[in-house]
DNA sequence: ATTAGGG
DNA sequence: CCCTAAT
């Protein structure tokens, strides 16, 4: 008997899963057909009704997850299309809102099923007969027990788990729920983890050299093959219950880190990581609320379609509860979880890291040299529009930031003292002499408010109008009559 | 809402 | 990168 019962709760999860990784990969309002079909399983499948059978599900998942050749390219179509925009809008940003959001509330109601399906776990199966599993197309190997669902499992998700010290024998059937819930997110649901894929492939050069943008092409260009063994796995795995995307984030953390080590990509805050999935280990439960509110993209550096949302500038609040993406229930979660001890570390502020690429940089400069520094929201408007993360106050910090290095770089051509070699030798990036030259000459031309005083003292006298740079006397209008704050 | 400055 | 104060 509890065979059985196991095997049905392995089946609406499938079902949930497909329904998911459909509503991942295509935005809606294409394709009536199959999508309204299947969202109208889907929402049946919340209220407990199975109208459809199993297999008529698998096929129309499989189907449009197959749309590349099919009738159903459009959607892959759509996504070219939204991709190769991306230097304009910012649309896939939305698109995943979307999904955070259209599976937000799935998740919901599931959990309500899954608490049910856990406390009757010993009682026969009053509803049996809702469910059925057609042999012939069970993709889901090894359902029949606990211990097989284990096997099915990656080793890597074993291991966390292990690590994350479940070993409560009421936790059992949580642990084996949990399973699932890492190799899930290591089956390329959530796009970041398909992005690991992609970073682990040997050319690092290229990334780095391209935008973050351009990330998020490559990983939407993955290869169709790729795509399938994906999907089909996340398809073949028994999943009783979507993780919170902090949870998928801290257990996912390891591997992310291994990751970043072999580019030789500074972890930066990420070790903060450890320690806290360490501490993890003693409060298990806490583990889903007591995670930062970034998804899957962690150290946002790795992520493609990166939806952080700035903690200074809320965005309007939605007062409903089902209407929240799965970011805010997390945060609201969190509300009610920290209320107690409010004080956040540096490693929560710091959580999301992006690097800047080479490009962006040069945008940046570029900006610069056209707007002067101080008009940062104008240079992210111009320049970085198309990159929802960096707000202004970012551009800013990286132009401080820039200069800094620019210092450094100059105080290690006057005196090449050791300290500063050393310190130049542990930059992140070196930057290109070129870009470090112009740098230095809109330092000049447009000292940073700070440092004008400073600057202008020490170097006596800045020749404004002998600028060599040609971009920055082709912007100089512009630029001359920007932030020249009169030295009184 | 934007910016500067500090951590 | 985050936060805060000032504008």
New binding site residues.
Partial sequence: MTKTNVDESAVPAIKNEAVEVENLHAEPKRDPDSLDSILRSEKCLQMGEYPFGYDFDLKSCYGVLDSGETREGEHDLKLEVLDGLLDEVDEVDDIHAANDLSTACTDFLWDIEYVEKVSEFSCPPREGSRFRNPPSESHSPGCSGSSNGANGVSDTSTATILESGCKNDLLENVAICELHIVSRSECGCHLPVQEQICLSSPDTRNLDDLDNDEHCIIVNGMSSDEKEKNFGASISQKRLRKPTRRFIEEFSKPKLIDVMEIQNIPTGASKDKYLKVESCKEHQVRVVADQGEGPLSGT?TLTSHET?P????PKKFTPVLDLLSEDELSDFDDEHVNLGRRS?T?A???????M?TLSEVLKLVDGVSQYG??????I?RLFFASSA??????L???W??LLRACSLEKQKQKNGRKEIEDKLKHAVRPLPKSVLCRIRELATVHP???DRNTKLSRGSHVSPPTVSSTEVDLASPVARNV?RKKSS
């Fill in positions: 946002g952080r700035r903690r200074g500038r956040k540096v929560d502020r710091r959580k999301h890291q992006r800047w520094v101080g008009r940062w929201t104008d992210k993360y960096r707000t202004p106050v970012d800013r910090d990286k401080r930031n940073y408010p700070k932030r």
